[in-house]
């Protein structure tokens, strides 16, 4: 074997690996499950020359491509989304003061049993959301957020959308997730749209359960609840790539003693 071979070999089993990631929990993996028994089945039909059951597959295996389109479009749409992770855009170090706004935010409004859907974008634009929303463009700040998403306020529904260290927008609507999708009971509205657009794009979402007065920080699909302030600060700066001021300033300090 070449070199390339052994690389070919490589390549795809982590292609294969990747995808099988990507599938993981929904429902899409299910389907692919059942076309693994379709395969089956055919497989069966041929080697003992059941004829109709054979025809019936085959026709279908005509179609497949369409079908595989229309059944994978939201987790192909998914997984090309999370490659813009590996652009080469740099974060913006004003995040780092948006970060420390919504954490202050976030746990204040868990005590006080006020729900929140905060979300950060990264690689992938969240402006259909910023459109569909109440456009602000304004700095973020604990009092901004906590009047944004008070009972009274005509938004409180809708998740605010930070860009760029910036508040862009409030009063958005995320896509939800089906009913059926397979999500524990545990998670509300707010939660499965979390869920939902941190699967169809790379965002971070922090959200705030005015039932159970826990923050959670949503990524990839998956939900982590935050042990405290500490936790979700700290979460937030390295899924953003950002150092906290403090540490910067002693980096600053350390290259200079040198």
Known sequence: MRWQDYADIILVGVMIYYVL????????????????????AYYLATKFE????????AYFANNLIVVLVVIFASDMRRGLARMARF??????????????????????????????????????????????????????????LLALFHTSSPIHDGAVIIQEGRLAA????????????????????????????????????????EERGLVSLVSDGEVVVMMGAA?????????????????????????GAR
């Open 21 to 40: 990631r990507l599938l993981r929990g929904t429902r899409s993996g299910q389907v692919l499950l059942g076309l693994g028994l379709v395969m089956g």
């Open 50 to 57: 059941f004829l109709t059951l054979r025809f019936i597959i």
């Open 87 to 144: 652009s080469f855009t740099k974060a913006n170090p004003q995040l780092v003061d948006a970060v420390n706004e919504v954490v202050r935010a976030s746990f204040f409004m868990a005590e006080k049993r006020i729900g929140a859907l905060i979300a950060f974008e990264r690689g992938v634009t969240l402006g259909e959301y910023v459109e569909a929303g109440a456009v602000i463009n304004g700095l973020v700040s604990d009092r901004l």
């Open 170 to 209: 409030a009063g958005c609507f995320l896509p939800l997730l089906p009913s059926e999708d397979n999500v524990s009971r545990f998670f509300g509205t707010r939660h499965r749209a979390a869920i939902g657009l941190s699967r169809e794009t790379d965002a971070l979402v922090v959200v705030v359960s």
């Open 231 to 255: 936790n979700l600060r700290d979460r937030l700066l390295a899924k953003l790539n950002l150092t906290p001021k403090k540490d910067r300033k002693k980096a600053k300090g350390g290259s």
